[in-house]
């Protein structure tokens, strides 16, 4: 019944996943409950994206996935707070900078093991970058968060443009977003996705084949570990704040949530369950105090009975849809 009601959208959609995308969240903030909630389903979307990206399709799970989101926050925050960047546009560059070198050292660190062991070891890399942001609190703030980021005011054209106003910095954030995206679909479409495909499918085959499969899973990383540190960045510029706990091991956990609520390996689960998971928080926690019992429960149903999640579900076509 829901496949059937929902079929000719699902289709459309999956036709044109992009321009669908586009559309979407061009509309977005005036149909969400407010517009700062709206920035935030986005950027966290883009978060659960790059984790996809590792988990969905190249078939690494990921403990520690808070590693590259922290790190672009830190990176693009001390840019602004301690650096004086007045660039709005280098601090996020250097936010992505300190992402992607955060993600290809731990990923040469943790493909060394595979399985459990490779999870717990992203974990343990995550909870050492908590551990001294943290501790170093001159520099990051230690658990008061690193604080006093300027929202400086982007430059087009010459015409200085304020991002204060919460539509502002959505459509700023929605404007850096779509190209992100568009990005990965493209790798995913490129022969260098389907690699991914084959090794999260079956890894011995794919070496039988010839490919170096070490090598495709750190670029792999390396390019979750992009778009994840984008959205950190972002969230830093949003919140003019970088929380100590976006290193820690609950924001992994989280992006895990979503994905596997959204549907993991469907290229636009992450943003549903991204907008599910925090649009449900949003929304109970005006009502009941206990809302991450009530969302743990939701996810149990969910893993149980909706396996492929809800974009999965819809489109009833799997991993890879």
């Known amino acids: 019944m829901i496949r059937g009601a929902f079929g000719p959208f699902t289709a459309w959609v999956t036709v044109h996943p992009i321009a669908s995308f ?7 903030p005036f149909i969400a409950p407010y517009q700062a909630l709206a920035t ?11 984790f996809n990206l590792l988990y969905g399709y190249t078939g690494l799970l990921s403990f520690g996935h808070a590693a590259y ?8 925050g001390l840019a602004l707070a301690k650096l004086k960047v007045t660039s709005l546009w280098l601090a996020l560059g250097i936010g992505l ?4 070198v955060g993600g290809a050292l731990v990923g040469f660190f943790c493909l060394r093991r595979r399985g459990i062991y490779f999870a717990m ?12 942001a943290f501790h170093a609190a001159d520099l990051t703030g230690g658990d008061d968060g690193l604080r006093g980021i300027p929202l400086l005011p982007l430059s087009l054209f010459g015409v200085s443009v304020s991002l204060r106003h919460p539509l502002a910095f959505y459509y700023f954030a929605y404007v850096l977003v779509v190209p992100a995206v568009a990005g990965l679909k ?3 479409d490129s022969p260098f996705g389907a690699v991914l495909r084959a090794i999260r499918e079956n890894s011995d085959r794919a070496v039988a084949c010839g490919y170096d499969i070490n090598r495709v899973k750190l670029l792999s990383f390396v390019f979750s570990a992009l778009f994840t540190g984008l959205a950190g960045a972002l969230d830093a510029l949003r919140l003019t704040v970088v929380p100590v706990e976006s290193l820690y091991w609950s924001t992994s956990g989280q992006v895990v949530i979503m994905t596997l609520l959204g549907g993991a390996g469907t290229f636009f689960g992450p943003f549903v369950g991204a907008a599910t998971y925090l649009v449900l928080a949003d929304r109970l926690s005006l009502f009941i105090e206990a809302w991450p019992l009530v969302i743990g429960v939701i996810f149990m149903a969910f893993v149980l009975f909706l396996p492929r999640g809800i974009w999965g579900t819809l489109t009833s076509r799997g991993i890879g849809s």
């Open 40 to 50: 935030q389903v986005l950027i966290f979307g883009l978060f659960a994206l790059g």
């Open 186 to 188: 493209r790798i995913l």
């Open 97 to 100: 900078g300190a992402a992607v």
């Open 121 to 132: 070891l992203t974990l343990a890399f995550a909870q050492m970058l908590y551990f001294i």
């Open 22 to 28: 586009v559309v979407f969240f061009a509309i977005f």
């Open 69 to 76: 989101y922290g790190l672009g926050a830190y990176g693009a």
